[in-house]
C-alpha cells in the first residue's frame, strides 16, 4: 500500500454541489465545502486506517477497520453507517444514512494521483488529487 501517508492535495471538482444537494447538505455548507480544496490523506494505525480530509474549512477524520461497519458523523453533521473495503489501490467505502439514502465512495490511488468517485442516487461527483 504505497499510497498510506501520502498527501493528495484537489485539483479537480465536478458536479459536487448536486452531489451534496443529493444528500441533503444545506445551502450554507455546500458553499462553504465548494470553496475549499482540500487534502486527503490515508494513515494506518495497527489493523486500522484513518482517512483524514482537511481544508481551512474543515477537518474530518474518519477511522475504520476494513470490512467492519462503524458510525461515522460527515462532514456536515449527518450521522451515517459506514463500511469500507480495499481492492487493490482502490478504497470503497458504502454509507448509508437514517433516511436509507446510499452512497458510494470510490477513491482510486495512483503514485501521482488520486481519483474520488461519490454517488448518490443519480447523481455522480468525480474529485481529482496531486500528490503533494
Same mark, same amino acid.
Given at each position: 500500500?504505497?499510497?498510506?501517508?501520502?498527501?493528495?492535495?484537489?485539483?479537480?471538482?465536478?458536479?459536487?454541489?448536486?452531489?451534496?444537494?443529493?444528500?441533503?447538505? +444545506?445551502?450554507?455548507?455546500?458553499?462553504?465545502?465548494?470553496?475549499?480544496?482540500?487534502?486527503?490523506?490515508?494513515?494506518?494505525? +495497527?489493523?486500522?486506517?484513518?482517512?483524514?480530509?482537511?481544508?481551512?474549512?474543515?477537518?474530518?477524520?474518519?477511522?475504520?477497520?476494513?470490512?467492519?461497519?462503524?458510525?461515522?458523523?460527515?462532514?456536515? +453533521?449527518?450521522?451515517?453507517?459506514?463500511?469500507?473495503?480495499?481492492?487493490?489501490?482502490?478504497?470503497?467505502?458504502?454509507?448509508?444514512?437514517?433516511? +436509507?439514502?446510499?452512497?458510494?465512495?470510490?477513491?482510486?490511488?495512483?503514485?501521482?494521483?488520486?481519483?474520488?468517485?461519490?454517488?448518490?442516487?443519480?447523481?455522480?461527483?468525480?474529485?481529482?488529487?496531486?500528490?503533494?
Amino acid at each position: 500500500m504505497e499510497f498510506v501517508d501520502k498527501k493528495y492535495k484537489m485539483i479537480s471538482s465536478e458536479n459536487f454541489d448536486e452531489f451534496m444537494k443529493t444528500i441533503g447538505v +444545506g445551502l450554507i455548507t455546500r458553499k462553504a465545502a465548494n470553496a475549499v480544496t482540500p487534502t486527503v490523506e490515508l494513515k494506518k494505525d +495497527g489493523d486500522n486506517f484513518v482517512l483524514v480530509t482537511s481544508s481551512t474549512f474543515k477537518t474530518t477524520e474518519m477511522k475504520f477497520k476494513p470490512g467492519e461497519e462503524f458510525d461515522e458523523e460527515r462532514a456536515d +453533521g449527518a450521522k451515517v453507517k459506514s463500511v469500507c473495503t480495499f481492492e487493490g489501490n482502490t478504497l470503497k467505502q458504502v454509507q448509508k444514512a437514517a433516511d +436509507g439514502t446510499e452512497v458510494v465512495y470510490t477513491r482510486e490511488f495512483g503514485p501521482e494521483e488520486m481519483k474520488a468517485v461519490m454517488t448518490a442516487k443519480d447523481v455522480t461527483c468525480t474529485r481529482v488529487y496531486k500528490v503533494q
